[in-house]
């Protein structure tokens, strides 16, 4: 018989981080009254990409996600340090051995054209999603997955193949937020227009320009959200943001530079947030190529690196030196004993690892550059210099996306590049699985070790939180004897806006559903 024990939605995450608390019901919690909230206003918001459609199955664009995980609702959501928490979900419980979910759904809740959700909507997505004809690029999140199942038009069951820890939290993640059965079947394009049940509904959209979105009075967290309007202005250039937002012609961004932050921070209109969160820097090391398939040769890359300079130089000190495993130190999945990597270079271990891979006389290196990433183009010359010290001479390209994608990506003709990523969803899973599975799309480095494999499946599938933190750090250890990549920096998220915005909680992932809970006074 099933254990039931009741969770709050504070203590939701800690128990869903372990994924598998066998037999927990869970529960939301009362939510915290905010001192006097008003309803009104219009936050202008600053973005430096534009979107790329708005069906949650088919967008890759961070710009698209900032827009749908307003506009839609997932089964779960997360808080502002990354834990989920229920949402269309109203109580969880999970089977003694994590393999059944059943979500037990919120009652009374609609879409923005008045029909109403049930779980026919949530067997439809999870269906879609997992569907290989929908082409659903982050399809890994659902792929233990088994069968939907709709209970009763309010209850719904997902069977999984194995237990898996992020599950919840893979729910969260804005190509999971649950579409309308009837308005998919019925030929509307959500793309285009999107129609769901979250905080704000769609309103209009200028491509290259503006994205406005009003508030969804039947909201299910009604009051919420506050504010009344949300405009969505598209800047590409970066250093025009700042004077955006320095003069009030927007008062909110989080893609503020970091050469521009002292100058934020001096404003005493504006209110400042630096936080750690999930985007961090590596050099991918094409591991199908001799002579970088030698872990000894990557390592030495690996202590050639002055990571403290690319700190200084390139985030202007709004950056954390990697020194072991890439799961950042705020995440309980973090490895704190682990720092192989000195902040600083290291060329005489380098060109001893070199010498013991048989190079004691050096070599050389192709090294590929993206144009677009203004951080990845500004840390590749320090790169290079290190690398010149230790022996290896990297001669750099550089390339618009497109080429980029194909040459590197696609093509694997690289032997190093530099690259980022920011963690949709703060798992721990999400820092490593991406990168270091076997055959994972994100591991354009094409390294495949059976032992890192069976690691990273003992910490997505182990039962506790504890036991998926052990076989974490077993792994990054593990990544630092292999250093199928080579870590570099964790940059720090800068947030700046208006004083009059009250309540707001920065996200470590970026995104910005906190924004339901604040709210713009005056």
Same mark, same amino acid.
């Given at each position: ?16 981080? /372990? ?56 089964? *779960? ?71 939907? *199942? ?240 230790? /022996? ?131």
């Amino acid at each position: 018989m099933t254990r039931h024990t009741l969770v709050s939605r504070r203590d939701f995450g800690r128990v869903a981080a /372990g994924g598998l608390a066998a037999g927990v019901l869970i529960v939301a919690g009362p939510r915290l009254a905010l001192t006097e909230p008003k309803v009104g206003g219009t936050l202008k918001l600053a973005f430096d990409h534009d979107a790329g459609g708005f069906d949650p199955a088919k967008a890759v664009y961070g710009m698209s996600h900032a827009v749908i995980e307003q506009v839609y609702s997932g089964l *779960t959501a997360l808080d502002s340090e990354a834990n989920p928490y229920p949402d269309l979900a109203e109580t969880i419980d999970i089977s003694e051995d994590g393999k059944v979910y059943t979500f037990h759904l919120r009652t009374g809740v609609t879409f923005h054209d008045g029909s109403p959700f049930s779980a026919d909507d949530v067997k439809f997505t999870i269906d879609r999603l997992k569907n290989p004809a929908t082409g659903y690029s982050y399809a890994s999140q659902l792929a233990n997955v088994t069968e939907t *199942t709709v209970v009763d038009p309010n209850t719904v069951q997902i069977t999984l193949s194995e237990a898996t820890g992020p599950f919840l939290v893979n729910l969260a993640f804005p190509g999971s937020m649950i579409v309308s059965k009837k308005l998919v079947e019925s030929g509307h394009d959500i793309n285009a227009t999107p129609i769901g049940t979250g905080p704000y509904t769609f309103g209009s959209y200028q491509p290259g320009t503006v994205i406005k979105l009003a508030r969804n009075p039947k909201y299910h967290e009604s009051p919420k959200p506050y504010i009344e309007h949300l405009e969505y202005t598209i800047i590409s250039d970066q250093t025009a943001i700042t004077t955006a937002l320095q003069s009030g012609v927007v008062n909110f961004s989080n893609v503020i530079p970091a050469k521009d932050w002292a100058a934020i921070e001096a404003n005493p209109d504006l209110t400042k947030a630096a936080i750690e969160g999930g985007r961090w820097f590596w050099i991918m090391v094409n591991n199908q190529k001799p002579p970088l398939d030698n872990a000894k040769v990557r390592q030495a890359i690996a202590h050639a690196i002055d990571r403290q300079a690319i700190v200084d130089a390139v985030f202007y000190g709004l950056a954390k030196v990697i020194q072991g495993g890439v799961v950042p130190e705020w995440s309980w999945g973090h490895a704190p004993e682990l720092k192989v990597l000195s902040p600083k270079a290291d060329p005489e271990k380098a060109k001893a690892l070199l010498a013991e891979a048989g190079f004691p006389n050096g070599l050389d290196l192709d090294f590929k550059i993206g144009t677009e990433w203004p951080a990845l183009m500004a840390m590749g010359p320090i790169i290079q210099a290190n690398l010149q010290a230790a /022996g290896m001479n990297a001669k750099i390209s550089t390339m618009g996306t497109t080429q980029y994608l194909d040459e590197v990506w696609a093509k694997r003709g690289y032997d190093i590049s530099d690259m980022y990523w920011l963690s949709p969803l703060a798992d721990p899973d999400d820092f490593t699985s991406l990168n270091y599975l076997c055959g994972s799309p994100m591991n354009a480095q094409g390294s495949c070790s059976k032992e890192m494999d069976a690691l990273l499946n003992e910490a997505r599938s182990a039962p506790t939180k504890e036991a998926r933190a052990d076989a974490y750090r077993r792994m990054q250890a593990l990544s630092m004897e292999e250093m199928t990549l080579v870590p570099l920096v964790s940059a720090l998220i800068l947030h700046a806006h208006t004083n009059k915005l009250q309540g707001f909680k920065p996200m470590r992932t970026g995104f910005l559903k906190t924004l339901k809970e604040a709210w713009l006074e005056g």
